[in-house]
């Protein structure tokens, strides 16, 4: 059974703090890791990651996935009260399918 | 860019009735469509794949004959819940697939029986 495991669940810091997400998976046939954000409603997309060390980046978020070890993190740097939201990390399920596993999230809080 | 719809936003009903929720990719066809359900504090589990004009595939644990799916069109699924009791109340979360590898999803329907 595909299995996505994410660390903190919960995770309070100051704005302006960096902060470090981390996902681990295991899954039947690895194809890709997504990074997703969720605040009221449905989930938005952050990152698809692929390739073990190869960094992506958008603005202050950043991630990195780690195939031999079988883990992700999510970098979050200079954080703003709008960073403020669950993150989801997923896999697509294993023998083909394309359904997503999902971990149980990161609940982030950006305090002023 | 790609925006799946979904409807109604919330939906109450009595318990033993049935409600459908449709879910609808507005600007893109999807040939794919997944519905997930996400209970208060909890992770998005998948119940269900459903592509346009054939059967849905269901997730371990989940009736199918509960969670009616329906994907008539590229454009529309829709899922019925039958018979629905308490326990069944819970976020309903849609997403979309198009020709690309990417999931759009919808904005979920929060449904709560009585």
């Known amino acids: 059974e595909d299995k996505v495991v994410q660390s903190p669940l919960s995770l309070v810091v100051h704005e302006g703090d960096t902060v470090t997400l981390n996902c681990s998976y295991e899954v039947t046939n690895f194809r890709s890791l997504l990074w997703y954000k969720q605040e009221k409603k449905a989930p938005t997309f952050l990152f698809m990651l692929t390739s073990s060390g190869i960094e992506k980046k958008s603005g202050r978020l950043s991630s990195i996935l780690d195939k031999k070890e079988l883990f992700s993190i999510l970098n979050i740097t200079a954080t703003q009260t709008g960073d403020s939201a669950v993150y989801l990390c997923a896999v697509p399920a294993g023998g083909g399918a394309d359904g997503l596993t999902f971990g149980k999230g990161t609940h982030l809080i950006i305090q002023p | 860019g790609a925006v799946v719809s979904q409807h109604p936003s919330w939906v109450i009903c009595k318990s033993g009735t049935s409600v459908k929720i449709e879910c609808r990719s507005l600007?893109?066809?999807?040939?794919?469509m997944f519905w997930y359900r996400q209970f208060p504090k909890q992770s998005l589990m998948l119940m269900a794949t459903?592509?346009?004009?054939?059967?849905?595939?269901?997730e371990q644990g989940v009736e199918k004959d509960k969670f009616l799916i329906n994907h008539a069109s590229l454009t529309l699924s829709t899922l019925t819940v039958t018979s629905a009791h308490p326990e069944d109340s819970s976020f309903y979360i849609c997403s979309a697939r198009g020709a690309v590898w990417e999931q759009y999803f919808g904005p979920g329907t929060r449904l709560t029986v009585t």
């Open positions: 600007d893109f066809q999807a040939t794919t």
């Open positions: 459903s592509n346009e004009g054939s059967k849905a595939t269901y």
